[in-house]
């Protein structure tokens, strides 16, 4: 049966989401290592396994448009056009860091190519896009902002408030849900009655969908149909991704709390393998390509490595520097 979904998409931007797909892999691999050998200090929180809604997303948006990331937001940056080398100096804090080795791993921002920021506070980004949605919207720009959050911040006041304003205003804000079955150590069904999480949506009085988060592709078309209605002026759509972290909660987390058959199973659904698949399938790429880029990609991730150590440490200094209120 042919693959009509790939079939639309023009090879090299497929291609293009394998790549992304396998950056953001390779760096959060490669972030781990580190904070495990001490090289980064503190912690830090992989979306392994989640890439595909990261780059099905920002796919669906243009260079100008806005996201807002969370905690867990490393391919949410990526994906959006933040560079690896800024980010890696970041996470090890130097100077050369997006951030000026300020802000560390739950803190990226780079404005100039529109994320505005993750953030490690549980629902701190819904303000953040609902407010920058609103800008958009009095400055007459058709931009659109992307709020990424997690299953446990559907449950934040903070959603009720925004989503409700964005609403009543019709602003050009979606609402993307990763929905990766844990809230830490808790199953989401433990917290929130809703079956199905897209049904919250419907209080509010705009769209509410969910799409297999595991398939950038179906991620990216479900965002563009978002996109799509936010651009045209007729408000937000909330979109629950369903997908799976394979690491725990935090570098370091034991992950006692998952029966590990559930993770072999979600595992086997692994969103870069799935793709690569479909992409050599299809004809789209071959195996010594999709090899190649795995490669490619890992030196570019290694390098930044090389260059983060190397770049200074902030000035004690600068402590104060770059502080508003």
Same mark, same amino acid.
């Given at each position: 049966m042919a693959d009509e979904a790939l079939a639309r998409l023009a090879p090299d931007a497929a291609i293009e989401l394998y790549r992304q797909m396998v950056?953001?892999?390779?760096?959060?691999?490669?972030v781990q290592i580190m904070v495990k050998m001490g090289r980064i200090r503190g912690t830090a929180h992989a979306a392994i396994g989640q890439e595909a809604v990261a780059v099905g997303t920002c796919a669906a948006l243009r260079a100008s448009d806005h996201i807002t990331s969370t905690h867990r937001g490393h391919g949410h940056a990526i994906a959006k056009g933040v560079g690896v080398d800024a980010m890696m100096a970041e996470l090890f804090g130097r100077t050369t860091g997006c951030c000026r080795g300020k802000g560390g791993s739950m803190h990226i921002a780079d404005f100039s190519v529109g994320m505005l920021g993750a953030n490690g506070i549980v629902g701190g980004g819904f303000g953040i896009a609902t407010g920058a949605a609103l800008?958009? *919207?009095? $400055?007459?720009?058709? #931009?659109? /902002?992307?709020?990424?959050?997690?299953?446990?911040? +559907?449950?934040?006041?903070?959603?009720?408030?925004?989503?409700?304003?964005?609403?009543?205003?019709?602003?050009?804000?979606?609402?993307?849900?990763?929905?990766?079955?844990?809230?830490?150590?808790?199953?989401?069904?433990?917290?929130?009655?809703?079956?199905?999480?897209?049904?919250?949506?419907?209080?509010?009085?705009?769209?509410?969908?969910?799409?297999?988060?595991?398939?950038?592709?179906?991620?990216?078309?479900?965002?563009?149909?978002?996109?799509?209605r936010a651009r045209a002026g007729h408000g937000p759509t909330l979109v629950v991704a369903s997908c799976y972290r394979f690491s725990g909660h935090h570098v370091g987390d034991p992950e006692d709390y998952?029966?590990?058959?559930?993770?072999?199973?979600?595992?086997?659904?692994?969103?870069?393998?799935?793709? *690569?698949? $479909?992409?050599?399938? #299809?004809? /789209?790429?071959?195996?010594?390509?999709?090899?190649? +880029?795995?490669?490619?990609e890992s030196r570019l991730v290694a390098a930044s490595v090389e260059k983060a150590e190397a770049a200074p440490m902030p000035d004690p200094s600068e402590g104060w520097s770059d502080i508003y209120a």
């Open positions: 950056r953001i892999r390779e760096f959060e691999t490669m800008g958009l *919207r009095l $400055r007459a720009s058709d #931009g659109v /902002v992307v709020c990424f959050f997690g299953d446990s911040a +559907i449950n934040q006041g903070a959603f009720l408030e925004n989503a409700n304003y964005a609403a009543i205003h019709r602003l050009p804000v979606v609402y993307l849900c990763e929905d990766n079955g844990f809230a830490m150590s808790m199953r989401s069904e433990r917290a929130t009655a809703l079956e199905q999480l897209a049904d919250r949506a419907g209080a509010f009085g705009f769209p509410g969908t969910t799409v297999d988060g595991m398939d950038v592709v179906a991620t990216r078309t479900a965002v563009e149909e978002a996109v799509a998952r029966d590990q058959a559930e993770v072999a199973a979600w595992r086997a659904r692994d969103p870069i393998a799935a793709f *690569r698949a $479909r992409l050599v399938g #299809g004809g /789209v790429l071959g195996e010594a390509a999709a090899d190649s +880029i795995v490669a490619e």
